[in-house]
T-cell receptor, first 118, second 112 residues
Framework: NAGVTQTPKFQVLKTGQSMTLQCAQDMNHNSMYWYRQDPGMGLRLIYYSASEGTTDKGEVPNGYNVSRLNKREFSLRLESAAPSQTSVYFC?????????????????FGEGSWLTVV | QKEVEQDPGPLSVPEGAIVSLNCTYSNSAFQYFMWYRQYSRKGPELLMYTYSSGNKEDGRFTAQVDKSSKYISLFIRDSQPSDSATYLCAMSGNTGGFKTIFGAGTRLFVKA
C-alpha cells in the first residue's frame, strides 16, 4: 500500500546546482501535483498535471520545471537552485478532476522531500 | 487578503479537552471542505471531507461548514496526545484538485 512515493527524502544543494525530485503513485490517479510548504505560508502549488500528457503552472512555478513521464510518474526539476528554494516539497495525486460530487477532490500526499540550498 | 485564513497557533490543551480549530474563507464558489492532519516530518493526510454545508461526524471528530458565514470548524472531543499534529483546512470548487486552496495550518499540542 505505497500510495505516493517521492525521492529523495533529504537533499542539500549548492546554489546553482540542479536536481530532480522523483514521484510515483500506484493509485491509478489521473492528476498529480507538486507543492512546497514553508513556515507560515502553508502549501503552495508549484505545478500540476491534470492528466497524463498535460502540465500546468500553479501558484509558484518560477525556477521549476516538471515532466509527467507517464500516468504513474511526475518529476520536478530545479535547473539552477537558489536559497529561496529551500523548502519541503510534497508530491501528491488525486483521482478525478471536475467531479460534481464525491471524493474526487481528495488529494493524497507523499512523505515529503526536505531540500536545503546553501 | 488570503482566500483561506487559518490561525497558525500553536494551540496547547490538556488531554481530554475539546479542541476547536477554525478557518475562514472568501471565495463563495468553494463546495468541498476538507481537513488534513500532518504529523511532524510527514505528508498531510485527509482526516475529513464535507461537501457543501452541514456537519459531519467521524468518531471523536466533527467537521462543520457554515457557508453563510464562510466559516468552517473541526472539533476534536476527548483529545489525546496522539492528536498532536498540524491541522490544515482545505477547500475547492467543482473544478478539481488543482484548485484546492490550503490554509497555513494550526499546530496542536495535546499534553498528557
Amino acid at each position: 500500500n505505497a500510495g505516493v512515493t517521492q525521492t529523495p527524502k533529504f537533499q542539500v544543494l549548492k546554489t546553482g546546482q540542479s536536481m530532480t525530485l522523483q514521484c510515483a503513485q500506484d493509485m491509478n490517479h489521473n492528476s498529480m501535483y507538486w507543492y512546497r510548504q514553508d513556515p507560515g505560508m502553508g502549501l503552495r502549488l508549484i505545478y500540476y498535471s491534470a492528466s497524463e500528457g498535460t502540465t500546468d503552472k500553479g501558484e509558484v512555478p518560477n525556477g521549476y520545471n516538471v515532466s509527467r513521464l507517464n500516468k504513474r510518474e511526475f518529476s520536478l526539476r530545479l535547473e539552477s537552485a537558489a536559497p529561496s528554494q529551500t523548502s519541503v516539497y510534497f508530491c501528491a495525486s488525486s483521482e478525478i478532476t471536475g467531479t460534481l460530487r464525491g471524493s474526487g477532490n481528495t488529494i493524497y500526499f507523499g512523505e515529503g522531500s526536505w531540500l536545503t540550498v546553501v | 487578503q488570503k482566500e483561506v485564513e487559518q490561525d497558525p497557533g500553536p494551540l496547547s490543551v490538556p488531554e481530554g479537552a475539546i479542541v476547536s480549530l477554525n478557518c475562514t474563507y472568501s471565495n463563495s464558489a468553494f463546495q468541498y471542505f476538507m481537513w488534513y492532519r500532518q504529523y511532524s516530518r510527514k505528508g498531510p493526510e485527509l482526516l475529513m471531507y464535507t461537501y457543501s454545508s452541514g456537519n459531519k461526524e467521524d468518531g471523536r471528530f466533527t467537521a462543520q461548514v457554515d457557508k453563510s458565514s464562510k466559516y468552517i470548524s473541526l472539533f476534536i472531543r476527548d483529545s489525546q496526545p496522539s492528536d498532536s499534529a498540524t491541522y490544515l483546512c482545505a477547500m475547492s470548487g467543482n473544478t478539481g484538485g488543482f484548485k484546492t486552496i490550503f490554509g497555513a495550518g494550526t499546530r496542536l499540542f495535546v499534553k498528557a
